[in-house]
């Protein structure tokens, strides 16, 4: 359990944020965050989930886990390489999903308020794979339509190794807009989607 | 990290793109919840440059949380490069990036401007960067935050609408020139920035992702590609833009292209050339034809 | 267009700039000392130190000599020097109590636990124009000098009692006696920091107090002067103002538990009592409180954020001074000069709009 050293704090921050930037102003679209080789993440952990919660997160903000993820290990090695504590889920700014099973924590996401929609939550979900166009793969796919602002007409992306109890999960949070959630799915590729609360979703 | 760079000195050395890590991760959380929430403003801390506020602190600071050594930037005032204020402000992000710079719209991957945007339509690889003194459109009904805080969030426009129908009852149409109050994805009233009616339009269903920055208000606001953003209009009394009809750019002779009247230094005489001097330089040099232009 | 525009422009600001500086240089005096202004401008320095938001005379000092003394362009300077510097840590709060006093009066009582101290002040000088200032040399200045630390009784750098002492705040006499109300629950939050997080309204009383130490000073006393004279009447008694020096600590690093006190620093503190309230679910009326605090020796100021600190809790605001928006949002004086300023950026743009409108206007009319 170490402090990764192999993030630059400046130039990869950049690249990532300008892949989540445009991964969430065009759902659908699918991005590439720059890969770091970290040298003890813990078992099963995504590493581009590190380098985007690198980017993002420091103590002005605070992050959770899902529970399947929520141990010490997790929780120690984030909280070391975030310099942000740890909140529980209903809290949390940022919070790390694995993609796999559905978690139910994710029903109790910060959605802001009416006032303040920006005060909400920002899920990453962790899948086995992105890809764009429904394409040939192993495991079980699950496919969205997307559409809305950032998408011309329609958008589709495909998840391996995503649970699509999110989608359905996610329409629960959005329900009374601006309130939501704003998603980001990442791959251990470095492939990362991004599904902002404005966004129609279908499974399909 | 010694005692002597916490003092400053000749050898204080800033930061890639001045603003410090901490300042550019808060603006870069803000754009992605702004993006989430097209024409919503998101605070933020905004704290002060070394450019004084009015003068585009806000843009600058959305700049600096995007620009990467491989961008290509342009920035204009009033559709202009060569503006004084432009010139000020690429000379610092060049001193603290070293990126290329560009006046060619077409070539830029960022694109920092106050009041224009660009006569060429801007693609989905650019990015528009846009200043804004006066971010609340609710301003012109109320002058309190609280209380237009609570306008947006229960989507109490009424006020507003009131005050467009007074307008033209009083003055035969809207008299509200630039930075036209405009609904973006049917949800939201924002300000587009002080940009003329003239280039409302670039905003709607755009193949570019625009940013808005408000530095001394200490907002930023978003329109994401492919978004509606419509003017506040009444059914039987339709937006209209400015009348150039029957002019022509004296440079390049456009006749679709929004121009700037102009009188002469030395003897006074009036005339129109084109605000965005990039769009008038490439098709006086004849590098591309313009769209629509006056016979020679 | 393009290029030969560009280029103009560039120029023109480099040419601006290298006539500033002929214009500060060209006279037949020697060029001003930083040493000169920290030293013998104090109050000036103070103001800027207060108004850029950073402690640090020589700092305030070289930006003032670098704005030919223009106070605000000065703030700026140090303000935006402030945001370039790493933030380390959050010091531990100040102890005013254990203030070692350089001046300290009371309106409220004639005679006070510790008792008054005049210290340094004009309050009480003739204005009346020193022509021998005209002239003072170096001789004159030794023999002030010397003067005055062989007739002090116990001469030192500041003039001032060498040790901290205790002594009771005139504020906690009348709380002792339940005459001041404590602060109310809903202020009880912890502190946030404006330079680093987005300010919200309402805003707690951390916000509006620090908007305040760093607020212009013209700017902060014309709003409370307003709620002196009848708008939204505040009539403070002072209880207590003090200036002096305090320390600045901060938790040790790695030791648990002990502080490491890195220096001290000067600063006004006012503590203003005003008119009779009835607080919510307290049976018996109490005084109203307002404090005001900034770097180094500012009264006017200090007194004036106090005047505000007051009005701006006032249970039903009616007056200017009273809300809090038109009050934090209007006193910062980067800001305020900043936008006041961009006003003569080239606007052809939006007022060709207005042309354009109100061209068509007038048609409609005929």
Not at chain 1, 29 to 44: A, D, E
Not at chain 1, 87 to 95: G, H, L, N, R, S
Not at chain 2, 100 to 121: G, V
Not at chain 3, 276 to 300: D, I, M
């Amino acid at each position: 359990m170490v402090r990764e050293i192999g993030f630059d704090e400046v130039f990869d921050s950049q690249a990532t944020f300008r892949a989540l930037l445009d991964s969430m102003s065009r759902p659908g679209k699918i991005c590439q965050v720059p890969l770091r080789p970290y040298r003890s993440p813990p078992n099963g952990f995504c590493p581009p989930a590190l380098t985007i919660l690198k980017t993002l997160c420091d103590h002005r903000v605070s992050f959770s886990l899902g529970a399947a993820n929520e141990t010490t290990e997790w929780i120690r090695y984030l909280e070391m390489n975030l310099a942000a504590p740890f909140q529980p889920i209903e809290k949390a700014d940022y919070v790390l999903f694995d993609g796999a099973g559905f978690d139910p924590g994710f029903a109790h996401l910060n959605r802001g308020s009416l006032e303040f929609p920006e005060k909400s939550a920002t899920a990453l979900i962790c899948v086995n794979r992105l890809l764009e166009e429904q394409a040939e793969t192993d495991g079980p796919v699950c496919g969205l339509v997307l559409a809305g602002p950032g998408v011309k007409g329609q958008a589709r992306l495909s998840a391996e190794g995503f649970d699509p109890g999110y989608i359905t999960g996610r329409q629960r949070t959005i329900r009374y807009f601006p309130m939501g959630v704003d998603l980001f799915l990442v791959d251990s590729n470095g492939k990362v989607a991004g599904i902002p609360r404005t966004s129609t979703v279908e499974i399909g | 990290m010694s005692l002597k760079d916490l003092l400053g000195g000749p050898d204080f050395r800033y930061n890639f793109a001045f603003l410090d890590e901490g300042a550019k991760r808060e603006v870069r959380r803000a754009l992605l919840k702004a993006v989430a929430l097209p024409g919503h403003q998101v605070p933020f801390a905004s704290p002060e440059l070394p450019i004084a506020r009015g003068w585009g602190t806000g843009g600058l600071q959305v700049t600096m949380s995007l620009i990467g050594p491989d961008d290509v930037l342009k920035i204009i005032d009033q559709g202009c490069d060569g503006s004084v204020n432009a010139v000020n402000l690429r000379k610092l992000l060049v001193a603290t990036t070293g990126v290329r710079t560009t006046f060619d719209s077409r070539e830029a991957t960022l694109m920092q401007s106050r009041h224009r945007l660009p006569e060429i339509p801007m693609t989905e690889g650019q990015i528009a960067v846009l200043q804004v003194p006066l971010p609340e459109p609710l301003r012109l009904v109320e002058p309190s935050e609280v209380e237009t805080r609570r306008m947006h969030a229960e989507g109490d426009y009424a006020r507003m609408w009131v005050s467009l129908y007074e307008d033209v009852v009083q003055n035969g149409s809207v008299s509200l020139s630039w930075g036209y109050p405009c609904r973006v994805n049917d949800t939201y009233i924002m300000s587009p920035s002080p940009i003329p009616r003239w280039d409302l339009h670039m905003l709607h269903d755009s193949e570019h992702l625009t940013l808005l920055g408000a530095g001394r208000e200490k907002r930023v606001y978003a329109v994401p590609p492919h978004t509606s953003v419509r003017p506040l209009e009444f059914d039987d009394i339709p937006f209209t833009v400015e009348n150039f009809s029957g002019m022509a750019c004296a440079r390049c002779g456009s006749t679709d292209t929004f121009l700037d009247e102009i009188y002469d230094e030395k003897t006074g005489q009036p005339s129109r050339v084109c605000s965005d001097s990039g769009y008038c330089d490439l098709v006086t040099q004849g590098m591309i034809r313009a769209r629509q232009a006056a016979r020679a | 267009m393009g290029y030969v525009a560009v280029q103009g422009g560039i120029t023109a600001i480099e040419n601006s700039q290298k006539l500033n500086r002929y214009l500060r240089l060209r006279g037949t005096s020697s060029p001003l000392s930083v040493a000169q202004i920290m030293e013998q401008m104090g109050p000036l320095v103070d103001r800027v130190m207060s108004e850029g938001g950073l402690y640090s005379p020589f700092h305030a000092a070289l930006a003032l000599k670098q704005a030919s003394g223009d106070p605000l362009e000065a703030s700026f300077l140090v303000r935006a020097f402030r945001s370039t510097l790493r933030r380390m840590t959050d010091s531990l709060p100040v102890r005013t109590d254990q203030m070692r006093i350089l001046r300290r009066i009371s309106s409220a009582f004639k005679t006070i636990p510790g008792g008054q101290l005049l210290g340094s002040t004009s309050d009480y000088e003739q204005r009346i124009l020193d022509f021998s200032l005209a002239e003072e040399t170096e001789d004159v200045q030794e023999e002030a000098v010397r003067e005055f630390e062989e007739s002090a009784r116990s001469p030192t750098q500041d003039a001032a009692p060498l040790a901290p002492q205790d002594f009771v705040k005139v504020v906690d006499i009348l709380r002792a006696q339940g005459l001041v109300a404590p602060p109310p629950a809903t202020e009880q939050r912890p502190a946030m920091d404006i330079t680093q997080e987005s300010v919200e309204f309402p805003l707690g009383r951390s916000g509006r107090l620090q908007m305040l130490a760093r607020a212009e000073t013209g700017g902060v006393l014309a709003l409370a002067y307003s709620s002196m004279r009848g708008y939204g009447s505040v009539h403070p008694t002072i209880g207590e103002l003090r200036v002096g020096r305090v320390q600045v600590r901060i938790p040790h690093p790695f030791r648990a538990g002990e502080t490491v006190t890195l220096g001290s620093i000067v600063v006004t503190e006012v503590e203003i009592v005003a008119s009779v309230q009835r607080p919510e679910g307290e049976e018996k009326p109490t005084f109203s409180l307002g404090y005001g605090a900034c770097f180094g020796h500012n009264e006017v100021k200090a007194i004036s954020m106090a005047v505000l600190d007051r009005a701006m809790k006032s249970p039903s605001p009616h007056a200017p001074a009273e809300d809090q928006e038109f009050v934090l949002l209007h006193t910062d004086g980067i800001e305020s000069s900043g936008f006041c300023s961009h006003f003569k950026l080239p606007h052809y743009v939006t007022f060709q709009a207005d042309l354009d409108r109100l061209r068509d206007i007038r048609r409609n009319d005929e």
